[in-house]
């Protein structure tokens, strides 16, 4: 079922114990805010109980800017307790900071105080910076609670629930339309594995076979524009394309859904194959767990024989190897390594949410140092992201709702998650450069035709988009470009040959 938000742009959430966590509405229209619940109506209420609005001792220390237009809508006590700064409207930031701070430090007074202002300032519904606190807020309950695990299921229950194949694939659709960051880098990974095949062909008197190994839940709408190239860039000899595209899910997720989508996507791609005179073959590999127990000399990608060039496409999938000991996502690169592929292409969102080593033991990834580091960091990218969405979307938008949520669920898997359990640890740059690297793989650039693909793309959008160039920047990466929004780099493309 869709859920029309369109009356709801001043509904506020309210923090309360996780007997009721807070999560998306189920009814088809959201128009009233969600009543607190007695805090003494379950001992987890008792004992997470949440002082009244007169106890608040506002932290002297604390200077917050309260300018955001949107935030007087959500003001009650705090607001007008404490208006001041210098322009901006960063209060989310800094009130979230400093009750991660305290969540470490292990100060139960000031973690009530704040979490009690987060609360009376923090809406889904409200602006960049109210949406910020709700999540936040919720992750951080989650993991004051040790209940991040079952929120987490219980968000994406709701999210089950309320919606279907069909919007799924209209807000990815709508995403595409409005926004790059997704098809930043199709069009990037598109050009460079293009390329690289037109090359194994030029450099080949036999008839050549293309086999691509698509690592990347996409629904595969990264490939209608990949097929129409290779028809008008090959036109006398149209080579043979495969695509083995691997869909990942939990161990206890449903299957029988997502096989059936599956079989309608094979479906629809081999129609628009035909329709674009590709010779062409489609499959979907089911894998329950993350891509590190994925046996991929098992995927026989060489069907076609020793002609066939194999390209490994990699889009936001190298995260979905949970870090964790024995360097998973060292030993996983070094696993494409033995592909011998002509060329891996790895897109990834641009944000430092690891402990210090990656692949550390989950006591390591957890103290509070790292807890702390991992905090501000997501604070840093949400907030760029939501502000993204906020410019590109509509006011009222289901599809723009969707995606915050996701966004939401994502940021209490962060906060409120062992960093061992964790699918939301993405690196930077400079990390998966060099693990690609030790795996035994050289940075390919991407030549002028792709870079003005790129450019022409982001031209499409609303300003603030720009493309910047990892070799030039002062990314220690060295190796292929940054989608960036408001000068600041958000999603890294690049492109990798053995």
């Not at 089950?160 to 930043?184: I, K, V, Y």
């Not at 008008?232 to 495969?242: N, Q, V």
């Not at 640890?425 to 060099?434: F, K, N, Y």
């Amino acid at each position: 079922m869709d859920e029309d938000f369109s009356s709801s742009s001043s509904s506020r959430q309210h923090f309360h114990s996780h007997g009721a966590a807070v999560q998306p509405p189920t009814s088809s229209v959201a128009t009233a805010p969600t009543p607190p619940l007695s805090t003494s109506s379950t001992a987890a209420g008792a004992a997470h109980a949440l002082f009244e609005p007169a106890d608040l001792s506002f932290p002297p220390d604390l200077n917050l800017d309260f300018s955001s237009p949107a935030s007087s809508s959500g003001g009650g006590a705090a607001s007008s307790a404490a208006v001041g700064g210098g322009g901006g409207g960063r209060w989310a930031s800094q009130l979230l900071l400093e009750c991660a701070r305290a969540v470490a430090a292990r100060d139960s007074q000031r973690v009530q105080q704040l979490m009690w202002m987060l609360n009376e300032l923090a809406s889904p519904y409200g602006d960049v910076e109210q949406k910020l606190a709700s999540y936040f807020l919720q992750g951080l309950f989650a993991r004051l609670t040790a209940s991040g695990p079952r929120t987490l299921r219980t968000l994406a229950a709701a999210s089950d629930r309320n919606t279907s194949f069909d919007s799924t694939r209209r807000t990815a659709l709508r995403f595409q339309e409005l926004s790059p960051w997704s098809s930043f880098g199709h069009v990037a990974a598109n050009g460079a594995i293009l390329e690289s095949f037109l090359e194994a062909a030029a450099a080949s008197s036999e008839p050549q076979r293309f086999h691509i190994l698509d690592l990347s839940n996409t629904f595969c709408t990264q490939w209608p524009t990949l097929l129409e190239a290779l028809a008008t860039r090959s036109a006398d000899d149209t080579p043979h394309l495969s695509i083995t595209t691997v869909v990942s899910a939990a161990p206890s997720a449903p299957t029988a859904a997502v096989q059936r989508v599956m079989r309608e996507i094979g479906q629809r791609m081999e129609k628009f194959a035909r329709l674009m005179g590709v010779p062409f073959s489609f499959r979907a590999v089911h894998h329950a767990g993350d891509l590190a127990e994925l046996d991929l000399d098992a995927l026989d990608l060489r069907d076609g024989g020793a002609t066939t060039a194999v390209a490994v496409n990699c889009v936001n999938s190298l995260r979905g190897v949970v870090p964790g000991g024995a360097r998973r996502r060292d030993a996983f690169t070094s696993s494409l390594r033995r592909l011998d592929p002509r060329v891996v292409t790895v897109v990834e969102e641009e944000a430092d949410l690891v402990a210090s080593d990656p692949d550390a033991s989950e006591e390591g990834g957890d103290t509070e140092a790292a807890f702390l580091k991992v905090f501000g960091e997501g604070l840093r990218f949400f907030s760029a992201y939501m502000d993204s969405l906020e410019e590109s979307f509509p006011k009222t938008s289901n599809e723009r709702l969707a995606l915050e949520r996701g966004a939401g669920r994502a940021i209490v898997d962060l906060v409120s998650c062992p960093a061992s359990e964790s699918m939301e640890r993405r690196e930077t740059a400079a990390a998966w450069a060099r693990r690609m690297r030790s795996a035994g793989f050289s940075p390919v650039a991407f030549s002028e035709d792709v870079a003005d693909d790129v450019r022409s793309l982001l031209r499409r959008y609303r300003e603030g988009w720009s493309m910047r160039d990892a070799c030039l920047d002062d990314s220690a990466a060295g190796a292929g470009v940054f989608l960036a929004w408001k000068e600041q780099p958000l999603v890294w493309a690049s492109a990798w040959r053995p």
